[in-house]
């Protein structure tokens, strides 16, 4: 059972990613990208992490891309014009991408004490995440809202309006 | 006597005058400025006195002095500040403050009005303090001090009508032609350091008094280097063409630096390494071949020149080259007696055409001069004692110096008496051109222009007379009377202690009687010419000169010495520091890497200039190049992965 | 058939795929030439590190594997937001998302 499921929504993530890659549009990219982020959902359901596939759906799918997509309405982008801006992005980039994937590919293959994921075992209760992650991690979690604040501040700035306008069509 | 010397006054003195007048000296009234300079000389003059009265008499000389704090102490070699106060340097130090006092109070009158008064008084100072230095050092290296702070001084004070270009440009002649004998004084020391590791007099004579059978080989090659630094400083052979041009400086200068002291200093050098030339004895014919080479050849050139000061500075030449002769056949004691009369005579005769440029505005050729025995008498006395002094007539000072240096070269084996004959017709050549000036400058009707002449001040007159009165005596104090003719046993024997007594073989007071007689002999019949020439009838020297136009011209342009000098050395060296150092090193070498260096930097920077393209996707694809290498260099187990990929390709290839 | 019904999938599995992703999402950043479609192949390589993470979390029964996860996606809502901003404003200057047009930054 974990193995068909497995096979199926990796299978959606490997879509979704090439799918991400072909569209030519920025719309088609961001569903694309959310078909990827739900499948991981599943996937972390399936190694055991609930709250984590929770949160994936609703911080990742539901706010960040949501987010984005509005970013793409409101700019009113269009589809890719095709520039020959780069050669290096082909000519260096894709052996060095190759590299990284060969390289990390290895070394998995080389594991040698990974073990295996049944369904239903090792379930992680939200408990003791939370648990640990207010109890060991608190600072780190204080940080992380003092950043929160911080990110909303300054998006704020910058995209209000009379920030860097007057350039615009020069 | 135990007294107490402080021999560092005598140096320390003239120093301290030289500070306040050339730091305070313009500010200072002229007064002042005139005490402070004269009280300096006088006051080492009455140091040395002092130390003559009180030491020489007694066993206590040599006197050693050394200053507390050591100079140089690198292994083996020890050099120190040391002053020594032996009968040799007592003679040349009292020469130097004495006359240079003397000199000092003429100086007063000479300069006076000139603007450069405070200046030229400090300079005077600071040639006593090195000059002081140099004879009392104790070793060569403080000697060398001395000699090079000498020459600064000559070159200041030559080139003391800085805005005259002439003068300029004689001082710095004056200063290189120095330096290249320094060379060799340089080398000397090497050697001397090298082989007998220590350069202190008396060591020195220690260590070759110990292996007396050594001649030759190093000893002579030191010698000899000795020799190239002795010919700079005392213009000799080839070294001589800086003291003509010297004369731009003031008279007082070309009196106390160009006749009386610094021009010795070569031959008190010499004097002083006696033991190192006694032991080889090729070096010491090559001294008394360049003295006697250097007199007559600046002997022939005197006798064609038309301005006094230059007439005085080949006589110079001249008598330093029978100081050189009688060095090259050890008769030193005879050196010193002849530096001992030159320096006063010479002073005078300087001095005294000082004081004729001086009365006649600054006229200084002998052509326009003349008549002068009726404005200028007590010049003309004293000028006349100088001028027959020079000659070597009996009773002046310069007869018995010059016959004791002509005594011993006729008895040098082998080959004395060739450089006998050559002293005699030196001394016939120097008795014609200076009765030729002083019947050109004093006698005869006047040429000069009929502007008001009048005497001197007596602060110019007085040294002239003291200083007659020395030429006249002077030599007095060195002779006595030993077998029934006088010599200059008195001066040998003080000397003794110092330079060693010579023992002559084959001498005797019947041949120094028949030598004196025949130098005498060729002074009358120089003077006989000269009358001739110039006093009765003006025409023949004309009449010689278009006669023979070549030797003239070749007399009266010093042998165009100068000129080959410029087109076989100057030209060429500047040749050469303008194309080839100026151009190929300097532009080329030197421009061409520094060029080199930048013009890369710059290329490569060109180059990498386009790396920043500003395009977000190439630093993207670059970023993670470099991420693929840091993640290859940290997970790729290299040590064990080469071999395996070696092997792997060995056996992907077939093998 | 019973293989495909297995209940256990070995968890080199779920790394490989994380490595896939990871090189998709350079691979997305190298190609594409809108700003945003860039910005999400950013997002894509963050999720396929976040992947990692929950698979070495279950390796090793560890929580703080899943913690950093917590903690990536709470930095990566930050950076959206950030990130979008700055999009914004570069169109407003710019009007332009296409990367090849923005490369003032240069010598």
């Known amino acids: 059972m974990h193995l068909i499921l497995f096979f199926i929504f990796a299978g959606f993530c490997l879509a979704g990613a090439i799918n991400l890659l072909l569209q030519s549009h920025p719309i088609a990219s961001a569903l694309s990208l959310i078909v990827v982020m739900t499948s991981l959902a599943v996937l972390y359901l399936l190694l055991g992490a609930e709250f984590l596939a929770a949160a994936q759906v609703i911080v990742y799918a539901g706010a960040i891309m949501v987010l984005v997509t509005l970013v793409v309405m409101l700019l009113n982008a269009g589809r890719e014009e095709r520039t020959h801006g780069s050669h290096a992005a082909w000519l260096v980039g894709f052996p060095a991408v190759a590299t990284i994937l060969a390289v990390i590919a290895t070394v998995i293959l080389h594991l040698q004490r990974m073990g295996v994921a049944k369904l239903g075992d090792g379930i992680t209760s939200t408990a003791e995440l939370g648990t640990v992650l207010f109890t060991r991690l608190l600072l780190p979690f204080e940080v992380t809202s003092v950043l929160i604040l911080i990110a909303i501040l300054g998006a704020v700035a910058l995209a209000r309006r009379g920030n860097g306008e007057g350039t615009a069509g020069k | ?655 | 058939m019973n293989s495909l019904f297995a209940q256990e999938v070995p968890l080199s599995w779920y790394l490989m795929l994380s490595a896939i992703l990871f090189s998709l999402g350079v691979v997305g950043f190298l190609i594409k030439r809108n700003l945003i479609t860039m910005f999400m192949s950013i997002e894509l390589m963050l999720n396929a590190v976040n992947l990692s993470f929950v698979t070495f979390a279950r390796q090793w029964s560890a929580v703080q594997g899943q913690l950093f996860v917590f903690f990536v996606m709470v930095v990566a809502a930050a950076e959206a937001a950030v990130g979008l901003a700055i999009i914004i404003s570069v169109f407003r200057a710019r009007a332009t998302l296409a990367v090849d047009k923005l490369d003032r930054m240069k010598l």
Not at chain 2, 14 to 33: E, M, Q, S, T
Not at chain 2, 248 to 255: I, K, M
Not at chain 2, 488 to 517: I, N
Not at chain 2, 619 to 645: E, M, S
């Open chain 2, 1 to 655: 006597m135990n007294g107490i010397l402080h021999l560092w006054l005598i140096p320390l003195l003239p120093f301290a005058g030289f500070l306040l007048n050339g730091i305070l000296g313009r500010k200072l009234p002229k007064w002042l400025v005139t005490t402070v300079a004269l009280a300096a000389p006088l006051a080492a003059f009455g140091v040395a006195l002092g130390a003559a009265v009180s030491f020489s008499a007694s066993n206590s000389l040599p006197w050693v002095e050394t200053l507390p704090f050591a100079w140089i102490n690198i292994a083996a070699l020890h050099v120190n500040f040391s002053f020594v106060l032996d009968q040799l340097s007592l003679v040349m130090l009292l020469v130097v403050t004495g006359v240079g006092f003397l000199i000092h109070v003429y100086s007063v009158g000479y300069m006076d009005g000139d603007e450069g008064y405070a200046r030229y008084f400090s300079y005077l100072n600071l040639f006593l303090f090195f000059m002081s230095v140099l004879v009392l050092a104790g070793n060569a290296l403080m000697m060398f001090i001395g000699w090079e702070g000498v020459g600064l001084a000559s070159y200041l004070l030559i080139g003391f009508y800085f805005q005259k270009k002439s003068a300029a440009d004689a001082g710095k002649k004056a200063f290189i032609v120095n330096r290249i004998g320094d060379v060799g004084f340089l080398f000397a020391m090497f050697l001397l350091v090298a082989n007998f590791g220590t350069l202190t007099f008396t060591e020195i004579a220690a260590k070759l008094g110990q292996c007396s059978g050594w001649t030759g080989g190093v000893v002579t090659v030191i010698a000899l280097c000795l020799l190239l630094g002795a010919a700079g400083k005392s213009a000799q052979l080839p070294l001589y063409i800086w003291l003509p041009d010297a004369m731009e400086g003031p008279t007082p200068v070309s009196a106390l630096i160009h006749a009386a002291t610094m021009v010795t200093a070569g031959v008190y050098m010499i004097v002083r390494m006696h033991v190192l030339f006694n032991h080889s004895p090729f070096a010491l014919g090559v001294v008394a071949l360049v003295g006697a080479a250097t007199a007559l050849f600046a002997a022939t050139i005197g006798l064609a020149q038309n301005d006094i000061k230059r007439v005085l500075a080949y006589s110079t030449i001249s008598q330093l080259g029978y100081m050189f002769l009688a060095c090259g056949v050890a008769a030193y004691s005879a050196a010193i007696f002849h530096l001992l009369t030159h320096a006063f005579f010479k002073a005078l005769l300087f001095l005294a055409a000082g004081t004729v440029i001086h009365s006649l505005g600054g006229e200084q050729d002998l052509r326009r001069m003349g008549g002068l025995w009726k404005k200028l008498p007590v010049t003309f006395a004293v000028t006349t004692v100088g001028v027959l002094a020079i000659a070597g007539f009996p009773p002046f000072a310069g007869f018995f110096s010059k016959d004791a240096i002509l005594y011993a070269a006729f008895l040098q084996q082998p080959h004395g008496r060739v450089l006998w004959a050559v002293g005699v017709v030196t001394a016939l050549l120097t008795s014609f051109y200076m009765f030729r000036l002083w019947y050109m400058a004093f006698l005869g009707k006047p040429r000069s222009s009929d502007a008001p002449l009048h005497e001197s001040p007596w602060s110019m007159r007085g040294p002239l007379v003291i200083l007659a009165a020395l030429s006249l005596g002077g030599g007095w104090i060195g002779i006595e009377r030993t077998d029934g003719w006088l010599n200059m046993e008195r001066f040998t024997s003080f000397l003794a202690p110092v330079v060693g007594a010579k023992s002559v073989a084959g001498g005797g007071a019947r041949l120094e009687l028949e030598l004196s007689a025949i130098a005498v002999g060729a002074a009358l019949l120089g003077w006989l010419v000269a009358y001739l020439f110039y006093r009765q009838s003006s025409t023949v020297p004309a009449r010689l000169a278009a006669a023979l136009p070549h030797g003239y011209k070749l007399l009266a342009n010093k042998y165009y010495v100068d000129e080959i000098y410029g087109a076989t050395v100057v030209k060429p060296l500047l040749g050469f520091s303008k194309y080839i150092l100026g151009w190929v090193v300097e532009v080329g070498v030197l421009g061409g890497a520094a060029w080199l260096l930048a013009g890369s930097a710059k290329f490569v920077g060109a180059i990498l200039q386009y790396w920043q393209s500003g395009n977000l996707r190439s630093y993207a694809a670059w970023l993670a190049v470099g991420a693929a290498a840091v993640l290859l260099f940290l997970l790729v187990p290299w040590a064990t992965a080469w071999p395996a990929t070696l092997d792997f390709v060995w056996k992907a290839t077939g093998h």
